[in-house]
């Protein structure tokens, strides 16, 4: 079974751009998180997905962040504009569904602004 | 809310050496509880859970108990080895719906030969 996969590894853009990261689940996972994860620190919730609802966005900083999960399969993560603060590992995760405790995480796309 | 409370690293260790890592919580309900590990360059990787008061977690020769008297899910191993290293993170999910996972910051392990 193939795992979480997430692109691009790494990414480097200038201040004020837009950036976007891509997630691919675990196929028949109906349930898809996106976590940021700060240096030195453990992840924290972006967002929730139960197939393409959002049911908890309320980590995410809607001024300059926005996701969507179109068809309940696929997500995209998009900064816009991106700051220094941004900088960091965004990861995503997934599992079967509501009641399944196991989350499986991607490898992470890290982000540095320059 | 929930928090995690995790063991501070940097740890260093001798393989064949006792590990522990010390994790407490504070949760509201009946969490579920969680290591996960980070090897170089990887994701975050399940190492072993808990569902209920003193349900024991164990993988790859590391065990965690659920203490729901202490609040505590300490990670141990009885002999670490080089390919040990990693940091790893102590984690709940709460009960009831609230699907979030509350990580700790992490603990970065090197065990030396």
């Known amino acids: 079974e193939a795992g979480v996969v997430q692109s691009p590894r790494y990414k480097i853009i200038e201040k004020k751009q837009p950036v976007a990261f891509w997630c691919n689940p675990i196929?028949?996972?109906?349930?898809l998180y996106w976590y940021l994860q700060n240096l030195g620190q453990g992840p924290e919730l972006l967002i929730r997905y139960e197939n393409e609802e959002a049911v908890d966005d309320s980590q995410l900083p809607k001024d300059r962040f926005s996701a969507e999960r179109l068809k309940g399969v696929d997500s995209t993560l998009k900064i816009q504009p991106a700051e220094l603060g941004d900088s960091a590992v965004y990861l995503c995760?997934?599992?079967?569904?509501?009641?399944?405790?196991?989350?499986?995480f991607g490898p992470g796309t890290r982000l540095l602004v320059l | 809310g929930n928090s995690v409370t995790q063991m501070e690293g940097p740890v260093t260790l001798s393989e064949e050496a006792f590990l522990t890592i010390n994790c407490t919580y504070t949760?509201?309900?009946?969490?579920?509880l969680f290591w996960y590990v980070q090897y170089p360059g990887e994701g975050l990787q399940l190492l072993l859970k808990a569902t209920k008061a003193d349900d024991k977690g164990s993988n790859k020769g590391f065990e965690a108990t659920y203490r729901k008297e202490t609040t505590s899910f300490h990670l141990e191993k009885g002999s670490v080895q080089v390919s040990d290293s990693a940091v790893y993170f102590c984690?709940?999910?709460?009960?009831?719906?609230?699907?979030?996972?509350?990580f700790g910051t992490g603990t970065r392990l090197t065990i030396i030969p």
């Open positions: 995760a997934s599992k079967r569904g509501a009641g399944e405790e196991t989350q499986y």
């Open positions: 949760a509201t309900g009946y969490p579920s």
């Open positions: 196929s028949g996972h109906n349930t």
């Open positions: 984690a709940l999910s709460g009960d009831f719906g609230n699907e979030k996972l509350t």
